[in-house]
């Protein structure tokens, strides 16, 4: 089998797999903005880094039909291609755990809900921002997979500046409203390094 078709075949069928999995937690997430909120930015954060996520989904479809893909690499990059075939699909998958441990409180908005808690646990017991980490790692993956020339630059060029600026918004919009909690969670885990520290906990004077 070409390994061309292998992997527009793979990324095809992770793309729907990943698509119906992940349609229950936004529903859910949905509703619940619907019920309010008690804080909610307006910044081009909101809305830029998900249409430049969006541009990269439709690169990664443009790429399955040969659309963006470098003609001039050869068949000895097809090694890096399938171990990033592999990568793209485990990284897709631990996002989607990451949307599911968020439960109700998963929105597409940097929003403070007025239900909101500190999530602590699954991925997020390990590190402060799996789901851009995983968003990052899945298309830079993709990206090398299909040797696509659009992608990659939109990934590192564009989303990954604005992912690190909005996970930075939401983790001062967090302190506001969970000072002393959030801050014991900075304490404990790293922000984008996915395994957890040793430090002291904060606590009430």
Known sequence: MDVSYLINLVIVINIILTLSASFTSVTKGFKTGLAGNKEKPKTYLQFLPKLISTLIFISVILGIFGIGKLDFIGNEFNNLRIVCLVLYVSSSWFQIWSYKELKELNTQDIVILRN???????????????????QIFQDVSVGIALMSWIVLPLTILLELPLLILRANLEEKLLLKHFPLEYSNYQQSVFKWLPFPKTKKRLSHK
């Open 116 to 134: 909101q808690r500190v999530i602590t646990t699954g991925p997020y017991k390990i590190f402060r921002h799996p789901i851009y980490f995983f």
